[in-house]
């Protein structure tokens, strides 16, 4: 049985993420924040596929004691998904250099710390996939004119942080290409949750109005390219950015 771990795996898309891949039978190490692993877990009815854990991603020693920790109890996983990221909650105008190294840390040194822990790992095995989570805003500028009050821009740090991942992807991949380990990630297009799409149905129109095949992302759109990529029918793709938008980014 394969083993997969997802680090952010409790939120929107990392629950249908990790849905999919226990409906193909592979044994799931779900890591998030606090208790949001282990709720899930709830929801699914404590699924034995389904292994919840508690995972502070902002501290380097925090993440090597995780992933020491999870190989000893699971062995070394066969594919990690990482899903963290940073964003300061301010505009603009508001954003401190502090807000904004904060978040960068969250968004970018904490996913090359635990992308290359794990790689590390499966260095020994000289196989593996990791599948790292990038952002239509790490390719294009959030147009200001959808985000009307009380939704705000897109933040710049989390755009700044997403065109990283994808040149991070792309390192990753050339570092480990001949020691048999893939690294890709996705760059989803307009997912908004469901609490935003019930509550602010006006924003989602205008979400709607940018993509070419007029509607917003389902949750379940972006599992199969994720498990596409962490399976052998990738084996040839290392170092690409699939892009996942609905065609956000084509026009």
Known sequence: MKTIWVVGGAGYLGQAIIRNLIEKGYRVLCADIGEKAHHFAEETERNPLLIPVTLDASGEDLIHQFVHQNVEKFGIPDGLVILTYGAAGQNFNDITPD???????????????????????????????????????GMVSPDPGIYELPMEVNPIEYGVGKAGIIQMTKYLAVHWARSGIRCNCISPGPFPNKSVQASHPEFIHRLQQKVPMGRVGRSEEIAGPVHFLLSEESSY??????????????W
């Open 99 to 137: 807000d904004f190294n904060r978040a960068s840390h969250l968004g970018v040194t904490s996913t090359f710390i635990m992308a290359r822990a794990v790689g590390q790992e499966m260095e020994k095995l000289h196989k593996g996939s990791i599948v790292l989570f990038s952002s239509m805003y």
């Open 237 to 250: 793709m290392t170092g690409q950015n699939m892009v996942v938008d609905g065609g956000w980014t084509i």
